[in-house]
C-alpha cells in the first residue's frame, strides 16, 4: 500500500507544476501580439469609413502577411449613386507588414458607406493575419495566426452612412464665402462713395 506521505508529495507536485504551466501561458499570453483588423468612423469625417490594422498585443509582431477576400474593395466612395469599386491591390493589406510594434496601426480611409455596401453587401468579409511571434523565455518564434471579420451593415443608420455630411460641409464653407462677399462690396461702395465725395470737392 502507497504511503499517504509520499501521495501527498505527488499531488504537490502535480499542483505546483500545473501551477508553473499556467502562470506561463498567463505570461506568455500578455507579452505577445495581436493583430487585428477592424472597420471604424473617420471623427474628422464622419462619412468616410476608416479600415484599421491594429496590433493590440503588447509584443512585436514579425512577417506579417494578410489573406483576404477577393471582394475586398479599396477606395469605395460614392453615395446611392456609388460605382462599384475597385478590388484592393495596394496597401498594407496586400503587401504585408514586416515588423509590427506593440500597439502599432496603419489606417487605410476604406470608403463610404453607399460605396462599400456596393462592393459586399450586408455580408462580411474574413480577414486572416499570419505572422510570427517571439515569445520572452522563448528559444525560437512561434507562428501565430488571428482572424478578424469586417461589415458596412452596422454602420447603417449612423453618422457613416449619412448622406448630408459632404452637403453641410459645403454649406458650412459656402455661409462664411457669402458673409465675406458682401463685407467686400459693402467696403467697395463706401470707398467709392468716399472717392465721388472727395473729387465732388475738389471741383467746387
Partial sequence: MM?????ISLIAL???TASTLISYLIYRSSTEPEVVVYADT???RPSIVLLIVENIGNG???NVRFE????????AWGFDDAEQPARMTEGPLVTGIPSFGPKARRVISWG??????????YGTIDVVAKYQCHPRLAFWRRDKTTTS???IKSF???DASDDNWDRKTAENIDAPNKTLSRVTTEIRRFLNRQEKRHSDEGSA
Fill in 149 to 151: 471579420r469586417l461589415d
Fill in 14 to 16: 502535480v499542483i505546483a
Fill in 42 to 44: 473617420d471623427r474628422t
Fill in 60 to 62: 512585436v509582431a514579425w
Fill in 3 to 7: 504511503d499517504t506521505g509520499l501521495i
Fill in 112 to 121: 463610404q458607406y453607399h460605396g462599400i455596401h456596393k462592393a459586399i453587401g
Fill in 156 to 158: 447603417e443608420h449612423t
Fill in 68 to 75: 483576404i477576400d477577393d471582394s475586398m474593395p479599396m477606395k
